[in-house]
Nanobody, 123 residues
Framework: QVQLVESGGGLVQAGGSLRLSCAASGRTFSNYAMGWFRQAPGKEREFVAAITWGGGSTVYADSVKGRATISRDNAKNTMYLQMNSLLPEDTAVYYC????????????????WGKGTLVTVSS
């Protein structure tokens, strides 16, 4: 089992920045590819970004490309999502997850999910 806990959400003005964290415990964090998803009110959960187990490769949704950076520190069992130039449409609950590969993470086939952290971007 892997337990995932997100943090770093909050209220931020449009154009601002935020860094989300996902702390992992349990089984070996570095064995898993990781990713971020988000779910806005009234919408389905959508993919945001993913990173390989070693951190050497990343992939982003078009909606955040150029504004988001996913990273991980396997020594700290923590993954991050740096979001810049935030837009009101970035408002959502952000979830982190762990999967067998970036392919599975990208398609939402995750082995473990966190409970989410709310990001609200005001205009």
């Amino acid at each position: 089992q892997v337990q995932l806990v997100e943090s770093g959400g909050g209220l931020v003005q449009a154009g601002g920045s935020l860094r989300l964290s996902c702390a992992a415990s349990g089984r070996t964090f570095s064995n898993y590819a990781m990713g971020w998803f988000r779910q806005a009110p009234g919408k389905e959960r959508e993919f945001v970004a993913a990173i390989t187990w070693g951190g050497g490769s990343t992939v982003y949704a078009d909606s955040v490309k150029g504004r988001a950076t996913i990273s991980r520190d396997n020594a700290k069992n923590t993954m991050y999502l740096q979001m810049n130039s935030l837009l009101p449409e970035d408002t959502a609950v952000y979830y982190c997850g762990a999967g067998r590969s970036v392919y599975f993470v990208r398609t939402g086939e995750l082995d473990y999910w966190g409970k989410g952290t709310l990001v609200t971007v005001s205009s």
